[in-house]
């Protein structure tokens, strides 16, 4: 009885969270369609079409994007247990798919990930600490990325107020990332929580999924320094790539596109995305940020959300073919030859 009730309050709280999640979603779509319709829409879209086929040069950037991802994740897994840059690559794509498509914190896609690669014969407890690691040093590597926006943002305005805010807020995360990273290590995390995990997914839990053994793996992830600082090299240089993408767009646009002004707008929107993980598609903040933070840099509104849309257009064009295929193949659970090891 007292476990029916367990599972029943857990469940009440995920539906809560879901319930949360879907009205920060419909909150920032209003923020955004708001932002668009205040400020000459017929514009706005005058400027996506100037950018017209250009914008298929898009999709290497991003291809590069995950791939140097790819490469830093895969410097975590064990040399005993390699597994291919080519799967890692997909896979990325579909975590990136999930956490940009659907409702799910930004959790979801991490979860699919580790069991997309548990059903292709690579270890669950090695591929779920992969990730946890993965996350937390991406973590540091953006916050460090973001003090580096800052310092542009300084540069750019006369009256450093949003950046003396968006530093109060990355002050205040650092402690929370710390105390995460001394979770993991020291708690016996996954040990405590397998009983939690096999109650609210039952047969959709990751395959083979053990608790000890997922502490364990973070344990030695975590006492690989080589490996922790390649991947914190791969991950910069992943996040940085997005500043690329901008670079592209602007061009296409017709507007300045200084290597100042694109790192700017990629380490601040990313570290305003992170803050609100909640909002799926961090709809409204992506565009909201970029209004606010391209004004600094002398970036019309228009334009800024002109760049904003495009982005939406890359997003949707990449990550939805991704899903498609995933959804349909997802169900394939023996191994593929080759691609772990």
């Known amino acids: 009885m007292d476990s029916t009730r367990g599972v029943g309050r857990l469940i009440s709280r995920r539906t809560l969270v879901r319930l949360l999640t879907a009205a920060t979603g419909v909150l920032g779509l209003a923020a955004a369609v ?32 995950m791939a140097l991802n790819a490469q830093g994740w895969r410097d975590l897994f064990p040399p005993t247990a390699p597994v291919s840059l080519g799967l890692l690559t997909w896979t990325a794509f579909v975590r990136n798919a999930i956490n940009t498509l659907l409702p799910v914190a930004r959790v979801g896609g991490e979860v699919m990930a580790a069991r997309f690669l548990a059903r292709r014969g ?54 929370v990332v710390l105390l995460f990273v001394f979770v993991q290590v020291r708690s016996r995390l996954f040990s405590r929580l397998q009983p939690l995990i096999a109650r609210l997914t039952g047969p959709l839990s990751v395959p083979a999924f053990d608790g000890p053994a997922v502490d364990a793996a973070i344990r030695v992830s975590y006492a690989r320094t080589k490996a922790l600082v390649s991947c914190s090299f791969w991950q910069g240089l992943s996040l940085l790539g997005g500043a690329g993408e901008f670079w592209v767009i602007l061009r296409l646009l017709h ?27 961090a709809l409204g903040v992506q565009e909201g940020g970029l209004v606010a933070v391209g004004a600094a840099a002398g970036l019309s509104a228009e334009v800024a ?6 982005r939406r257009v890359r997003q949707v064009v990449v990550s939805l073919p991704v899903f498609l295929v995933w959804v349909r193949t997802q169900g394939c659970g023996r191994p593929l030859k080759g691609e772990a090891g």
Request: proline residues 5%.
């Open 34 to 65: 708001i932002l668009v319709v205040d400020n000459d829409p017929a514009r706005i879209m005058d400027l996506v079409a100037l950018a017209g086929f250009g914008l298929l040069w898009l999709l290497p950037v991003r291809l590069c994007v």
């Open 122 to 175: 690579v270890d669950a407890s090695i591929a779920i600490a992969s990730l946890v690691v993965e996350t937390t040093v991406t973590l540091f590597v953006q916050m460090g990325l973001t003090f580096v926006g800052l310092g542009l943002l300084v540069s750019y305005m006369g009256d450093p107020a949003l950046a003396h805010s968006l530093l109060v807020g990355l002050a205040l995360a650092l402690p």
């Open 255 to 281: 507007e300045p596109a200084s290597l100042r002004l694109v790192v700017m707008l990629e380490t601040l929107i990313q570290a305003l995305q992170s803050a609100a993980f909640i909002v799926p598609g």
């Open 305 to 310: 959300l002109a760049v904003s849309l495009i």
